[in-house]
C-alpha cells in the first residue's frame, strides 16, 4: 500500500530483461541448450540494468539533492530505453522459439521452463506495443502526473479530467494492442497480476463485498471506540528510529544485505541479490505511521530477501505478483503486527523505551488503538478492514472507465456515490475524494485491485501456517518468528515465479483462493475488540 507505483513498475521492468549476444553466436545455429545459455545471460545484464535503475531510484528519494532531478530523470529513461530494445531484441525471440520447441521445456515447472514462459510472456506483451504507445504513454504520464500534482493541490477534478480523459483513452488502446477475450480491462489487470482477469478478480470481491460492508457497520453501529490518543502522544523520532529497526530485526529482515533509510513516502527497492533497501518516514504524534509502515516494507523485504539468490535476474528468481508481494507486506504488517502475541511480546520493549509516555496503557487499550476500525475519505490511511472497501470502489470505476461506461468527467461524482454507498461518507471536496491517488495520473489503470488481492492471499496464507506450525501465537508471544518466516521461504519465496499467483495459494493451502480467511480473522478480531 505504501510502493510508489513508479517503484513497481521500475522493478517490472527489471524483471523482464534481455541480454547481449555473445560474439559469433547465431541464434540460426545455436542448439536449444546453448539459445538458452544466452537467453539467461541476457536477461541477466538487462537484470543489471534495471537494478542500476532501481539504485538511482533509491538514491532520487533518499538522498540526491533537488536540482539533480532533471539529470537523474534524464539517466533513468536512458536506462529504460536500453532495457527495452535488448528484451525486443530479434535474438531473444529466436533464442525463445529455439528453446521453447525442445525437451528444456518439457517440465512445466523446470527452471527452464519457468524463465522460459515468463519471458515469453514479457517479449509477447512488449512487442504488442508500438514503440509510438510507449512513447506516448511515457509523455503523458509526466504531464498528467504534473496535471494532478496541481488538481489535487486546488481540489479542483475540472482541471484533472482533459488528463483522465487521455489517459483511459491511452490505456484502451494498449489494452486493444494487447488484446483480451472479454473485457478490456483483462489486458491491463494482467500487467500486474498476470494470469487474473476481471472476472476471477470480481468473483472473490462479490464474496468479499457484502460480508465486508455488514462487518464495517455492526463496528460503526455498536458505538465503541478505540483510545487511539495513545498513539498520538509524544514520540521521539530517535527513539522511533531505534525501535523500527528492532522490530524489522526481530521479524527477520537481514541488515547485512538491506537498509532502512527516510523517504516521503515509504518503499522497499531491490538492488541486487543481497541488496534490499526499505523507506519510512517519522511523525512524532502518529507512532503507527512509521511502525506499521515499517513492517510493511519489511514484509516485502523479506521476500525479496527469500527469493533464490541463484536465479536473481530471471524469472525463477523473481516475485510472483504485485498481489502476492503485497500478501508478504501485509502478512508482517497486520496478521503478525497488529495482533495480540505480537505485543505481548513487543509492548513491554515499547514501554521500556518511551517511558512515561506509556506508563498507564495496558495491552488491551494499546490492541484496541492500533485496530481501529474507522470509515474515513483516505485509503492509504485507513484501517485493515475498510481499506478493502476503498479498493473496491476504485475497481468497479475503473471498469466503467475503460468500456466508456464512465466518462472521465463523471468520476468525481460517481466517486462520492460509492463512498456514499460503501463508507458512508460524502468528501467534502476531490483532494479526499477522486484525485488523492497518484495511480491514475501515471496511467496505472489495473493497479488497486492488487492490494486487496494482497489482503486476502495474506490471511490465507497465514490461516494454513498457523495450522501447519501448531501454536503460532505462543510463537509470536515470545518474539519467535523464525519459523513463520522459514514457513514462508518453503512454501513461498523460494519458488520464484514458478506457479501463478491461483496456483500457488491452491497448492499451499489446498484451497482456492477465498474471502474466507481475511473474514475470519476480521469478524474475530472484531468480536474481541468491539464486542460485537
Ligand atoms: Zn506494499
Redo the contacts with the bound molecule.
Sequence with gaps: ???PVAQVRLLRVAFHLDAPLRRGSNPRTMNPSESYSALLAELREINRLGTMESLLAWDQQTHMPGKGTPFRAEQKSMLAAMMHQRLTSKKVGDWLSAVETSDLVADPQSDAAVNVRHTRRDYDRAMKLPEELVRERSRLSVMAHQAWVEARKNADFAAFVPWLEKTIALVRREADCIGYKKHPYDALLDEYEPGDTTADVQAVFDELRDPLLQLVGRIVDCGREAPVEILERTFPVDVQEKIVRQASAAIGFDFQAGRLDVSVHPF?QTCGPHDTRLTTRYDEHSFGDSFFSVL??T??GLYQQGLPPEHFGAPRGHPVSLGI??SQ??LWENLVGRSRPFWRFFLPKLKHVFGPTLADVNEDDWYAAINDVRPGFIRVDADEATYNLHVLLRFELEQAMVTGDLAAADVADAWNERMKKYLGLTPPDAAKGALQDIHWSLGAIGYFAT?TL?NLYAAQFFEKASRDLGDLNAMLARGDFAPLLHWLRTNIHSHGQRFGARDLVRRVTGQKLSARPMMEHLNRKAAEIYRI
Design positions: 500500500m505504501k510502493k522497499c510493511h516494507e514484509g516485502h508481494h503485497e507486506s501485509r492490494y494482497g
